[in-house]
């Protein structure tokens, strides 16, 4: 039981992770690769405050480090025009040294024993905080993504997306929408981080790998799973799938007579067979190779 129970909680931070996932891959139809070196930026920088004592701006911080690594991808896109692809894979590549930087040289930190999200009310056990947490820290991302994206600004970062060049002539700020969109979904993406490395009592320089995989398999799950054409249900749906899908693995590996070194590949079969069987469902008849 223990095991589902904390699928369904890493289900609940990866969502966020989906959540930014969706605003690149989904809404600016852009393949941001930021989001692996994000993921561990939010938690790196999370880890560094926590040791120094200072764990009530881990979350805010990691939050706005990460907005600065989807400023410099946006920066390499628009003013340099670099290939989105390619522009994702440079910050996420330079990264990796920021990250040493930020854990001073150390491949990874404890957390064990240090004052951080979880044990930092008295009046809630380890275990409580680990349940609720997660929970209401996705709830909140949810809610904000769902009001920002009706308003003004949150419409023109979808006009932007899906028509760049009628949103332009709307008079619209394309390369400003893009700038923010970037900017929130990896900001979003480092919270999750951030709220990871606490969970799990430690960060590693290699703890976002596959990150992007995680949250595109969420954002492709939900989508095939609760089809729906409404904002807010569609972040639901994401959420939702983000959730299932860990679920799903947390099954493989309960259930499984694999090794443990599989996970990997099973995870990677589950998003292709995901992807395969939404394509299959768009367009029923296939065309011959």
Not at 45 to 61: D, K, Q, R, W
Not at 105 to 121: C, D, E, W, Y
């Amino acid at each position: 039981m223990s095991l589902f129970a904390g699928a369904f909680q890493q289900g609940c931070f990866y969502g966020i992770v989906s959540v930014g996932v969706y605003l690149t891959f989904r809404i600016l139809r852009i393949p941001d690769l930021t989001a692996d070196g994000a993921f561990t930026l939010g938690g790196a920088t999370s880890a560094s405050l926590i040791l120094a004592n200072a764990p009530v701006l881990a979350l805010p911080l990691s939050f706005v480090v990460g907005c600065g690594a989807g400023l410099v991808t946006a920066f390499l896109q628009i003013k340099l025009r670099v290939a989105p692809i390619l522009a994702g894979f440079l910050t996420m590549s330079g990264l990796y040294t920021a990250n040493l930087a930020i854990q001073r040289g150390a491949p990874n930190l404890s957390l064990l024993r240090t004052k951080n999200l979880f044990n930092i009310l008295p009046f809630l056990s380890k275990k409580e905080s680990q349940f609720l947490w997660p929970i209401l820290l996705c709830l909140l991302v949810f809610l904000c993504f769902t009001l920002f994206l009706h308003t003004e600004k949150g419409l023109e970062i979808r006009a932007a997306g899906n028509n760049p060049k009628m949103a332009q002539a709307q008079g619209i700020n394309v390369a400003q929408a893009k700038t923010v969109a970037l900017m929130l979904a990896n900001g979003t993406i480092a919270l999750a981080g951030s709220l990871a490395s606490q969970y799990q009592g430690y960060t590693d320089i290699n703890t976002g790998s596959g990150s992007l995989l995680v949250g595109l398999a969420g954002v492709i799950l939900g989508e095939a799973i609760f089809p729906t054409s409404r904002i807010g249900w569609r972040l639901a749906s994401i959420v939702a799938g983000a959730i299932l899908y860990q679920l799903l693995l947390a099954v493989v590996v309960r259930y499984s007579f694999l090794p443990a070194y599989t996970f990997k590949l099973v995870a990677a079969v589950l998003i292709a067979c995901t992807i395969g069987v939404s394509q299959i469902k768009k367009s029923p008849q296939n065309d011959e190779l």
